[in-house]
């Protein structure tokens, strides 16, 4: 079944420490996005990539760090620089094709806790 | 910058009832895209239903359909014939024609009463 997986599903964080959430999919689309979301608020952009070795800052993007090496991965690194980086964090991705409806599909989200 | 806005944080609704979500969005543009996505307990996030600014005709998938207003900049859900399933966060988005990015409203919880 075609999909976006992350992992893991709930992580715990000290204080201090980097920590990398994953994300993978498997319909093989170009466009790849990182959202935070906030109790009583929409998602946030993070980062967003529209190809292979090329991203882009969102609008939240201070603290956090990504890779793009290859299609199907575009993994998410929450640095010690994050304020507060308790909160859900969602993937997505689509086909990148403008001119179409072009929807994001997204994964099952991470729940970061810092301790 | 484009923004949405939702100004109902949250509705209720009799089961079998109809329900109408609100949302707005400013922009300047002229070719742009709608959605309306939910968030269920599970948190895994559903897209309902979608809406191309440049088709007068308002979008509908079964129960779900949308009231889109261009000149007003509204663009609202209906739910007809609630269902206990259709209890969860719901979301608004836009999305330029000319871009990838997502702006979504902060949404709005819709209880579903049996």
């Known amino acids: 079944d075609g999909g976006i997986t992350q992992s893991p599903k709930y992580l715990f964080r000290k204080e201090g420490q980097n920590v990398t959430l994953s994300c993978e999919q498997n319909?093989?689309?170009?466009?790849m996005y990182w959202y935070r979301q906030d109790p009583g608020q929409g998602l946030r952009l993070i980062y967003y990539?529209?190809?292979?070795?090329?991203?882009q800052k969102g609008d939240i993007a201070e603290g956090y760090s990504v890779s793009r090496e290859k299609k199907e991965s575009f993994p998410l690194t929450v640095t010690s620089a994050q304020k507060n980086p308790t909160a859900f964090y969602l993937c997505?991705?689509?086909?990148?094709?403008?001119?179409?409806?072009?929807?994001?599909?997204f994964g099952p989200g991470t729940r970061l806790t810092v301790l | 910058a484009q923004t949405v806005t939702q100004s109902q944080p949250e509705m209720s609704v009799q089961e079998a009832e109809t329900v109408t979500l609100s949302c707005t969005y400013d922009?300047?543009?002229?070719?742009?895209?709608l959605f309306w996505y939910k968030q269920p307990p599970s948190r895994q996030m559903i897209l309902v239903i979608r809406?191309?600014?440049?088709?007068?005709q308002n979008a509908t998938e079964n129960r779900f359909s949308v009231n889109f207003q261009k000149a007003a900049k509204s663009f609202s859900l209906k739910i007809s014939d609630s269902q206990l399933g259709d209890a969860a966060m719901y979301f608004c988005?836009?999305?330029?024609?000319?871009?990838?990015?997502?702006?979504f409203g902060a949404g709005t919880i819709l209880r579903v009463k049996s």
């Open positions: 997505a991705s689509s086909r990148g094709d403008r001119s179409t409806y072009n929807e994001q599909f």
């Open positions: 319909l093989n689309h170009d466009a």
């Open positions: 922009t300047s543009e002229s070719d742009y895209y």
């Open positions: 990539s529209q190809i292979v070795n090329d991203f």
């Open positions: 809406q191309e600014a440049y088709k007068q």
């Open positions: 988005a836009y999305r330029s024609a000319w871009g990838n990015k997502l702006v």
